[in-house]
């Protein structure tokens, strides 16, 4: 059993995927929603596991602040210690969780009760490459992105000004990847901005993404978004460094971490790297435990151990 901690039961999109979870005390699911409500029919509920997939905003410093736990340190954490939720995090103190699955969680706030979580990946398992296939892949870098952090823009135009200074044309236009990939005989970089009432399958982007040797993959209004479940199912997933913590360790084995505004000299050292094959396949093998099936079974095991 979920409950959600918003009355009106205003849900992550993650709630849909994990709403079929098989453990044996319930669930509360907690995210940001812009008019919460305390969900009263908490009240009384005890051996609860709380999966937390609040982002605190593209601007938000999380290495400053620390994570943010419930019924502990709300009070550093604005956006979340006001109205209705002060009585939420009050009623997690006075009823303290048996683990905490958190979404927006670093390394050192790691412990018995306190795990991450990430979004699922409901797409399927893609085949693994020959070496000599993944070498031959047309596309240097892709990205697909929303405008949910400002870095994003930034990025896109970083790579705009990568193609002028180096030469090349990238693709910026979703309509255009068939003709790009056909026509130009160049470097191909393709960067394609689509909103969110513009959006089309997934299934569909990771065609083109599975044409990429290197799929970009940025925090959005958290560290952690979709893109990470997705960039490294047929790609090698690149993202900013970082001290969060994974379920499944992202690290420099299995994908390829920058340093923020040197993001277009970095990807440049890595494509002349001679091992990206074998980081390919242990971003892949990493990804796979990310499937919805897969990850079900991981966070089950978690919660009913806890």
């Not at 009263?40 to 937390?52: E, F, M, P, T």
């Not at 892949?137 to 200074?165: C, D, F, K, M, P």
Request: aromatic letters at 14%.
């Amino acid at each position: 059993m979920i409950l959600t901690a918003d009355k009106n039961q205003v849900t992550d999109a993650a709630y849909h995927t994990l709403n079929n979870i098989n453990v044996g005390y319930p669930v509360v699911m907690v995210n940001w929603v812009e008019n919460f409500v305390f969900n009263d029919a908490l009240l009384g509920l005890k051996d609860y596991a709380l999966i937390c997939f609040c982002e605190y905003g593209y601007d938000w410093d999380m290495d400053k602040s620390g994570s943010h736990i419930w019924g502990v340190n709300s009070e550093k954490f604005p956006r979340y210690y006001n109205n209705e939720w002060v009585k939420f995090d009050n009623w997690v103190k006075e009823n303290p969780f048996k683990i905490l699955l958190k979404r927006e969680l670093l390394k050192q706030d790691v412990s018995d009760t306190v795990q991450p979580i990430e979004y699922p990946s409901i797409l399927t398992e893609y085949p693994l490459q020959t070496e000599q296939e993944f070498n031959n892949r047309s596309v240097e870098v892709t990205q697909y992105w929303g405008r949910s952090n400002e870095e994003r823009i930034r990025i896109h135009g970083e790579i705009w000004l990568h193609a002028y200074n180096k030469g090349f044309q990238p693709c910026d236009n979703l309509y255009y990847v068939n003709y790009y990939l056909s026509e130009e005989k160049g470097r191909k970089w393709i960067t394609m901005w689509i909103p969110h009432y513009a959006r089309i399958d997934v299934s569909e982007l990771m065609k083109i993404n599975s044409t990429s040797k290197l799929s970009l993959s940025w925090a959005g209004a958290g560290f952690k978004c979709f893109r990470t479940a997705e960039a490294p199912l047929c790609s090698i997933m690149v993202m900013h460094k970082n001290n969060y913590a994974w379920s499944f360790d992202w690290n420099e084995t299995n994908c390829i971490l920058v340093n923020p505004k040197k993001e277009m000299e970095e990807i440049e050292k890595t494509l002349q790297r001679t091992d990206l094959y074998e980081v390919y396949k242990a971003g892949v093998q990493n990804a796979n435990k990310y499937l919805l099936p897969n990850y079900i079974k991981h966070l089950e095991t978690l919660i009913n151990n806890a």
